[in-house]
Nanobody
Framework: QVQLVESGGGLVQAGGSQRLSCAASGRTFSSYTMGWFRRAPGKEREFVAAISWSVSNTYYADSVKGRFTISRDNAKNTVYLQMNSLKPEDTAVYYC??????????????????WGQGTQVTVSS
């Protein structure tokens, strides 16, 4: 069983920055692929970013590439999402997710077997 707890959401002005954290339980966190997804009001959940267990591979949605950075600290069982140059269209509930079995980068939600409860990010114009 893996538990994921996000934090760091809130209200930020357009052009600002925010860092989300996701603390994970589980002794084998360092072997999980970790991802961030988001769901904006009235829209489907969408992939944001993912990072491999080895930290060597990352992947981003085109909409956030160059603005967001995913990272992880395996010693702290934590994954981060640094969000810069935020736009109103980034407003959404952000979820972290763990893929505990595939061992590779995944961008589809169905590949992730554990999810956090989500944290709201609101970007004002």
């Amino acid at each position: 069983q893996v538990q994921l707890v996000e934090s760091g959401g809130g209200l930020v002005q357009a052009g600002g920055s925010q860092r989300l954290s996701c603390a994970a339980s589980g002794r084998t966190f360092s072997s999980y692929t970790m991802g961030w997804f988001r769901r904006a009001p009235g829209k489907e959940r969408e992939f944001v970013a993912a990072i491999s267990w080895s930290v060597s591979n990352t992947y981003y949605a085109d909409s956030v590439k160059g603005r967001f950075t995913i990272s992880r600290d395996n010693a702290k069982n934590t994954v981060y999402l640094q969000m810069n140059s935020l736009k109103p269209e980034d407003t959404a509930v952000y979820y972290c997710a763990a893929d505990t079995y595939s061992g590779s980068i995944a961008i589809t939600a169905m590949m992730y077997d554990y999810w956090g409860q989500g944290t709201q990010v609101t970007v004002s114009s």
